[in-house]
């Protein structure tokens, strides 16, 4: 079953779904700062758009590009600072 989960006020959603190859969320963000809660260890990967991330452990904002990742583990938070309309997908466990 695919679910979807919106955030700030729509400004944010995903579809969130599981297959034979694990657990994933593929979504779309506009423009802003977006702060997450990682429940559970995942990868962002950028698929379009542009945006900047700040990581935990560190106050500054680093670039990605399309096709770039970053890992968050379980029970930590990220902000991801999104320059135009940005797709994403996330493959957690």
């Known amino acids: 079953?695919?679910?979807l989960n919106e955030y700030y006020d729509g400004q944010v959603r995903s579809l969130e779904f599981e297959n034979s190859q694990g657990k994933f969320t593929s979504g779309v963000?506009?423009?802003g700062?977006?702060?997450f809660e990682a429940p559970?260890?995942?990868w962002m990967i950028?698929?379009?758009g542009s945006w900047e991330a700040r990581l935990p452990?560190?106050?500054e904002y680093v670039p990605?590009?399309?096709g770039e990742s970053f890992q968050i583990e379980g029970g930590e938070s990220f902000t991801v600072r999104v320059l135009e309309p940005s797709s994403y997908v996330c493959p957690y466990t």
């Open 40 to 42: 559970t260890r995942e």
């Open 57 to 59: 452990g560190t106050d």
């Open 29 to 31: 963000m506009e423009p």
């Open 46 to 48: 950028l698929t379009r």
């Open 1 to 3: 079953m695919i679910k």
């Open 64 to 66: 990605f590009e399309i």
């Open 33 to 35: 700062e977006w702060t």
